[in-house]
C-alpha cells in the first residue's frame, strides 16, 4: 500500500500556473505507475495525467495536453503536475493516485482544491 499527500492547490487567475505535488510512502515505489485524476462539482472523476515512477511513458487527458506536465523526484519520493495555461474549466478537486503493475489505481490521496477564476 502507497500512502500519498497532495500539496500545492489555489486560487490562480485564467492563464496562470500552479504546481502541485505529492508526497509518496510505501515499498516498491519504482514499480508503480502515478497518475493524476481530477473532479469537478457535479461530475464524475477523470483521468488527467499518469506517468511510470521511474519518469517513463507520460500519458496525459486531451484536454490538459500541451499545458500540463507531470513528472517525479525520486530523491524527494514526489509526484509533480507542473499546470500552465489554466482555465475555468480547470477547477476542480485534484488527486494523486497510485497503481502497482497490472492492477488499477488503489492508492489516493486527500485531494487538493485548484480553483481558475478571475
Known amino acids: 500500500q502507497v500512502q500519498l499527500v497532495e500539496s500545492g492547490g489555489g486560487l490562480v487567475q485564467p492563464g496562470g500556473s500552479l504546481r502541485l505535488s505529492c508526497a509518496a510512502s510505501?515499498?516498491?515505489?519504482?514499480?508503480?505507475?502515478m497518475g493524476w485524476f481530477r473532479q469537478a462539482p457535479g461530475k464524475e472523476r477523470e483521468f488527467v495525467a499518469s506517468?511510470?515512477?521511474?519518469?517513463?511513458?507520460?500519458n496525459y487527458a486531451t484536454s490538459v495536453k500541451g499545458r500540463f506536465t507531470i513528472s517525479t523526484d525520486n530523491a524527494k519520493n514526489t509526484v509533480y503536475l507542473q499546470m500552465n495555461g489554466l482555465k475555468p474549466e480547470d477547477t476542480a478537486v485534484y488527486y494523486c493516485?497510485?497503481?502497482?503493475?497490472?492492477?488499477?489505481?488503489?492508492?489516493w490521496g486527500q485531494g487538493t482544491q485548484v480553483t481558475v477564476s478571475s
Open positions: 493516485a497510485a497503481r502497482s503493475p497490472g492492477m488499477s489505481f488503489g492508492s
Open positions: 506517468l511510470l515512477w521511474i519518469g517513463s511513458f507520460p
Open positions: 510505501g515499498r516498491a515505489l519504482s514499480t508503480y505507475t
